[in-house]
């Protein structure tokens, strides 16, 4: 069960807001998926949230006004899921709780936390990592050691751990989560994660490390696995610089090794379109060059995608758009795989799924064209 209502006044939108190009609703359902819960569903009020997390795998628990503004507790929600489950004639006798907000979710713990609560080992499971950390809390007579003597500062190997609870998720058995409508009860115990994936957003600093720390974090392999490939050309085809001369005529660079990997590509059936903002001749010749189509002086490009996808029967969660402005980012949103190129916005690399390693202009069209090409041969990059 994953609670996740509309309404964040922190981080607008926060629960659909994208990290790593996925939303993080979509996060916790496919780290849910992945831990080998057969029965996701996501709790919510908002037609966003819902949809993404349809889109994802799971499925859909209406939650009430009543219990989804700034003051209602998850316990609430999961309560009246439960009577949902239950009218349908379902009665789980574990229940996962997981929060979108945590989005380096690992599923190999959260399968290890269900284990053990389906095996009876304990009543509540929570995540948390271990800490050494000295803490303090301040006090009219100024502050104060909480777990240790100020004045005995011992090594660390001689120091009790502790564990900091990270939020991501709670395993309960269901009957005497229940009865005590909290959820610690019973026989709790520690499921240990790691420290490094333990980012709770609840502000935009937040937001924007879990967006940093994406690339590092995320396991799948570097592959795109798509049926199309779709590039803006300025910025991706080339480093975003032109030549001029006297007549106003201009030149741009580009990679050879872009050529070899689009030809690749029409040699796989891949299709191959340039999306581009601009209208200009060297747009023009160069998708003559690679014999691709291409699509130019384009003001809506969301719109100019939707329909050639359309045209093609490409579905939109099979095609990779490839962008390094803020004017791609309406194309990025439409598909399953919005890629940027290592030197794009930071915005643009704030939506993307993929972050290539390569520029515009050296090689990020080539790039994209190997991992393309690699899922379709089954290989992977970790």
Known sequence: MIPARGGSKGVPGKNVAPVGGVPLVARAVRAALAAGIADVRVSTDDAAIAAAAEAAGARL???????????????????????????????????????????????????????RALDGEADSVLSAFETYAFLWRRGEDGAAGVNHDASFRPRRQEREPHFQETGAFYVLRTAGFREAGFRFFGRVAIEEVSATRAVEIDDAHELGLARALAPLLDEA?????????????????????????????????VSRADGMGVERLRAAGVPVLILSKERNGVVGARAAKLRVEVLQAVDDKAAALTAWLADRGVDPARCAYVGNDVNDLGAMALVGWPVAVADAHPAVQAAARLVLRRRGGHGAVREAAELVLAARNGEGEA
């Open 221 to 253: 392999p570097r592959t795109l696995p798509v049926d199309a490939l779709v590039t803006d050309f300025d910025g991706v085809h080339t480093d975003d610089a032109a030549l001029v001369d006297a007549d106003g005529r201009e030149s741009v660079r």
């Open 61 to 115: 628990i209406e939650r009430p006004a009543a219990i989804a503004g700034d003051t209602a507790s998850s316990e609430s929600a999961l309560l009246h899921a439960l009577d949902v489950l239950a009218a349908e004639g379902v009665e789980p006798t574990v229940l996962a709780f997981l929060q979108a907000t945590s989005p380096f979710i690992e599923p190999a713990p959260l399968a290890r936390a269900v284990r």
